[in-house]
């Protein structure tokens, strides 16, 4: 008979052990699903956490990785570093009137809170919430200031959509830009601003296929008549 060591009930590291998966066969690596202390669960085999391989769900991994970004930053001060220069951006946008982008910013009366003036303390908020070399800084509300609980960090083609300068659209009970609505419909964006302004009702500018779309239809229908 084979007999395995039941660790249900055991920690290892962050991991809870929940229970066994699968059933007891020779040869065969035992699996156990976990309980995080972050929260997640996720299934790990039992040699893993037996030897400390795995001790959590992958977060501690984040953590360390980030808590290592922090200290390479801090340690050669940041400035030259591209979240530096966001920070620096930023704070030009909002208070410096020679700055180009100034009406935009600090001319409508948008300010940097006083916490991010010290660019430590915006630094560690970057890095602790998804700060990634690829993504802007992006205010949630574009009336409201710079502070932590109004901003995050999207990519560059998210951030467009949170323009000003876009137009909103509600429809089926969601408010988006219109650029969202096109990308969901696959209609041009032109298209659907033409229909609107040519009196067509939301519903139907957003909806309706378009020559190019049902010729498209149309033939691939054909296609598979012939297959």
Not at 106 to 120: A, S
Not at 129 to 151: F, M, Q, V
């Amino acid at each position: 008979m084979h007999y395995f060591k039941d660790i249900t009930g055991m920690k290892f590291g962050r991991l809870l052990v929940i229970k066994r998966l699968g059933a007891v066969k020779r040869g065969q690596e035992l699996m156990w699903e976990c309980q995080c202390d972050c929260g997640n669960k996720c299934i790990v085999k039992g040699s893993r956490l037996r030897n400390g391989t795995t001790r959590s769900c992958g977060c501690l991994k984040k953590e360390l990785l980030a808590e290592r970004a922090r200290k390479r930053m801090l340690k050669h001060g940041g400035s030259k570093t591209r979240l530096y220069k966001i920070w620096t951006c930023m704070k030009n946008r909002c208070s410096c009137s020679s700055n180009t982008h100034f009406n935009c910013y600090g001319g409508r009366g948008i300010k940097v809170c006083n916490e991010w003036e010290d660019f430590e303390k915006f630094q560690l908020w970057a890095i602790n919430n998804g700060y990634e070399e690829n993504l802007t800084l992006d205010r949630i509300d574009n009336d409201g200031n710079y502070e932590p609980s109004n901003c995050r960090w999207v990519t560059r083609k998210e951030q467009s959509f949170n323009r000003r300068t876009n137009h909103i659209i509600e429809f089926n009970g969601k408010k988006r830009p219109l650029g969202q609505w096109a990308e969901i419909y696959g209609i041009h964006p032109r298209t659907i601003r033409t229909r609107l302004d040519h009196g067509w009702s939301v519903e139907k500018a957003l909806t309706q296929p378009t020559q190019r779309k049902r010729n498209k239809e149309d033939q691939k229908g054909e296609n598979s008549a012939e297959d």
